[in-house]
T-cell receptor, first 107, second 117 residues
Framework: SQQGEEDPQALSIQEGENATMNCSYK?????LQWYRQNSGRGLVHLIL?????REKHSGRLRVTLDTSKKSSSLLITASRAADTASYFC???????FGTGTSLTVIP | DAMVIQNPRYQVTQFGKPVTLSCSQT?????MYWYQQKSSQAPKLLFH???????NEADTPDNFQSRRPNTSFCFLDIRSPGLGDAAMYLC????????????????FGQGTRLTVV
């Protein structure tokens, strides 16, 4: 199977809280990327972390990478209702996507 | 400005009737991908092109074919659609760098939702 796994599969939080999603990937990577997908739409790139990086920030996003465990996490701080979407990690040059986390932020 | 354009957004086809989905890009990226995404699932890579080099995923059914006549356009052909092929089909592009060892981020189109009746 192409897919890595993400957990949780679904996450529901109140606006203003932080949301954390985890990703386990399968291959040796040059980088790992996170994408967001609003319902019924295409995916949008959020952030890329290279294999020699351990942590990266972009606005309210914080990504960590542990290559020894083949895992990554995405933290969204101070969540907003507009953050409601599905979030996927992607590994490899072919962008194999993990199973995804469906995030609901309640206003 | 739309950079990866998929047409149509919605496609209804009859069971067994060949259908073609199209994708165009204005990014001049050398890599193009086709994904299938079923409801509440992750996108599943069907195949991709590095320039004109076609790379098929091992588990992509023979029913799915692709053509890339030039850098800008890529087509997904479903030769005999079955009910199980109803899904969102996503096209994406990226740019290969560093001699092929690294690809930049992927840019996605809005997808074509295929219904098989």
């Amino acid at each position: 199977s192409q897919q890595g796994e993400e957990d949780p599969q679904a996450l529901s939080i109140q606006e203003g809280e932080n949301a954390t999603m985890n990703c386990s990937y399968k291959t040796s990577i040059n980088n790992l990327q996170w994408y967001r997908q609003n319902s019924g739409r295409g995916l949008v790139h959020l952030i890329l972390i290279r294999s020699n990086e351990r942590e990266k920030h972009s606005g309210r996003l914080r990504v960590t990478l542990d290559t020894s465990k083949k895992s990554s996490s995405l933290l969204i701080t101070a969540s907003r209702a507009a953050d409601t979407a599905s979030y996927f990690c992607a590994e490899g040059n072919q962008f194999y996507f993990g199973t995804g986390t469906s995030l609901t932020v309640i206003p | 400005d739309a950079m990866v354009i998929q047409n149509p957004r919605y496609q209804v086809t009859q069971f067994g009737k060949p259908v073609t989905l199209s994708c165009s890009q204005t990014l001049n990226h050398n890599v193009m991908y086709w994904y299938q995404q079923k409801s509440s699932q992750a996108p599943k890579l069907l195949f991709h092109y590095y320039d004109k080099d076609f790379n098929n995923e091992a588990d992509t059914p023979d029913n799915f074919q692709s053509r890339r006549p030039n850098t800008s356009f890529c087509f997904l052909d479903i030769r005999s659609p079955g009910l199980g092929d109803a899904a969102m089909y996503l096209c994406a592009t990226s740019r290969e760098v560093a001699g092929g060892s690294v690809n930049t981020e992927a840019f996605f189109g809005q997808g074509t939702r295929l219904t098989v009746v």
